[in-house]
């Protein structure tokens, strides 16, 4: 049996597929050999509960997948790696999937399928809530904000903290979802691209102050090789990230939010949560996949301690 502490993890759950590396799409028919072509569980709830679980947390995964291959692969992959998925249902709704294709230097575009993640909101686990120490919400905008703030406030409630990534992008417009949210959340998780994009901000500390005076408790915003910018009370600080050469970069926030997350649970402070995020990140984003690296919180604790001497 696992003693850590319980975390649910709410949300977007997806398929990945990862292919690597293409640089260009053949023209017609053509086709292309490519290093590796690897599956990988994902998604802000999905992929942060994988992290959370190879941390070594006790995590309960709940959201929607459809009643087809992908389904059964990405329940199956999330199982396998120990995380609770007896409230993961199966919808009507195709599952939620990406293919992605990674260029040589790690960035990619990709191509997704909302499919079942869209019924996440109908399969809100309140018994797991309710024992919970932290809730993290994976893609809140798919839930809608009235019942994202039931949950928020429900796990504040029964004494959990709580903490939100984002899957949609940094448009204006979808701040509206976002910012009703921000007054019941401990953790503010965005990147770069969505917290300037919402706020309308010109640089990243206007926009995480924007996120904070908005309501959130403590928010971090990543941005990708750069600092993690972190506010919390009145103060600002840049937190360098552990650098890593990147393989394929996805996957990397939703590593950062376990890690983040895993590290406050067990009291550490905010910068040093988000040094300890970003060193998990920089485990997955090495290689192919958010289920890549074989890490746990003492090896990151180890990487860290070593990055400081
Ligand atoms: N190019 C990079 N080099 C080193 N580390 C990186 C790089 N890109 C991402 N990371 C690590 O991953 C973390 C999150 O990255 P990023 O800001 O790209 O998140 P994101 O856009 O939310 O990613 P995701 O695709 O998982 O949603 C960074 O803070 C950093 O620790
Ligand atoms: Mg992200």
Same mark, same amino acid.
């Given at each position: 049996m696992n003693a850590a502490p319980q975390i649910v993890t709410l949300g977007a759950h997806v398929l990945d597929t990862i292919v690597q590396p293409v640089d260009e799409i053949p023209e017609g028919q053509g086709s292309l050999l490519v290093d590796e072509i690897v599956m990988s569980a994902a998604g802000p709830a999905g992929g942060t509960a994988l992290v959370l679980t190879k941390l070594g947390a006790r995590v309960v995964t709940s959201g929607a997948v459809g009643e087809d291959v992908a389904g059964r692969v990405l329940v199956g992959l999330l199982r396998d790696a120990g995380?609770? *998925?007896?409230?993961?249902i199966t919808g009507e709704l195709p599952t939620s999937a990406s293919v992605l294709p990674i260029r040589s230097d790690g960035s990619r575009p990709a191509l997704h399928v909302v499919g079942a993640n869209?019924?996440?909101?109908?399969? *809100?686990p309140w018994e797991a809530l309710a024992a919970a120490a932290h809730v993290h919400v994976g893609a809140p905008e798919l839930l809608g904000p009235e019942n994202v703030v039931e949950i928020l406030e429900y796990a504040h409630a029964h004494g959990a903290t709580t903490s939100l990534d984002f899957l949609i992008g940094g448009e204006p417009a979808f701040y509206a979802l976002i910012e009703p949210l921000l007054p019941h959340t401990d953790y503010v998780l965005p990147n770069a691209e969505q917290a300037m994009g919402w706020t309308g901000a010109a640089d990243l500390v206007a926009a995480a102050r924007a996120l904070h005076a908005a309501g959130a408790r403590v928010v971090a915003v990543t941005d990708g090789g750069g600092d993690v910018v972190v506010v919390e009370e009145d103060a600002v600080a840049f937190v360098p990230i552990v650098p890593a050469e990147p393989v394929d970069t996805s996957g990397g926030g939703d590593a950062f939010s376990a890690g983040f997350v895993y590290a406050k649970l067990r009291g550490q402070s905010s910068r040093d949560a988000a040094r300890f995020g970003s060193a998990t990140a920089s485990q997955v984003v090495a290689?192919?996949?958010?289920?890549h690296g074989v890490y746990d919180a003492a090896s990151i604790d180890a990487l860290l301690s070593a990055a400081a001497r």
């Open positions: 995380v609770d *998925v007896t409230h993961l869209a019924l996440a909101a109908d399969v *809100v290689g192919v996949g958010t289920d």
